[in-house]
């Protein structure tokens, strides 16, 4: 299955991909991921988006269509993908049905208003990337899954947070519209416990 989660910043793509694309045999393909994993490697393609990131301004599409159309290609995709945070415009979205039209697009819906202490307090394992709140951590340095060491993102201070809730708005929402249009979407409540939310993004996938 070719899947997409969209979604504003904070609503938990990340933290249910992980459940999701166990379930269904497919990779969890997050355009975040592969943008931190290039800054921290210094390619040419992490340096300029760390430009945009920094300011939580959207990268350019042709460099994040490149990079979706190169990793789609590979052969771990050949039965199916998640795709998190991918597309993030209407540009991307037509760029994609010409790559591969996806099957389903689940839209994690939650109020902007809670956005803002989810990603304040979100640390990141660095080793096993998975994806905490610090107020459900006893040590906030320490993965609590494999010991690794957890990060707090650079992008996930307030002001930064605010800019990339109005950069959604603006140029990610649409896509809501977009995959509504063809029958695509279907959204579901993200303003509930993490494992409620896994239960209703598969019973829409039934
Ligand atoms: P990206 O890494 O994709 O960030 P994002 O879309 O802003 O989304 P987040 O990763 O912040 O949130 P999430 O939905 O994954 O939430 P999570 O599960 O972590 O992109 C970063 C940047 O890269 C962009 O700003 C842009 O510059 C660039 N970029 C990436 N893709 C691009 C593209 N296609 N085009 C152009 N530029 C691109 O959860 C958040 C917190 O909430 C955690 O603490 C978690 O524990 C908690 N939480 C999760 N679920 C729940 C729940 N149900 N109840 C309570 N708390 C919960
Ligand atoms: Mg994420």
Redesign the pocket.
Known sequence: MKLIFL???????????TGVSTKLNVPHI????M??SAIKNRTRTGLE?QR??DN??????SV?IDM?RERLAMDDCKNGYLL??????VE?AEALEGIASPDAVIN?AVPDE?LLS??T????CGKCQG???VS?LADEKVCPVCGGELIH?D??KPETIKK?LS??HDQTAPLIGYYTGNGKLKTVD?????ED?LKAILASLE
């Not at 939580?56 to 599409?61: E, I, R």
């Open positions: 979604g504003p910043p904070g609503a938990g793509k990340g933290t249910q991909a997050s355009t975040g991921d943008f931190r988006a945009y990131m939580g301004q959207l990268v350019p599409d994040v979706v998190d945070g991918f597309p993030r415009t991307q994690i809670r989810r990603l307090g979100r640390r990141v994806t905490f709140h459900k993102r992008d996930d990339r950069v959604y993200g303003d509930n416990r993490p939310v």
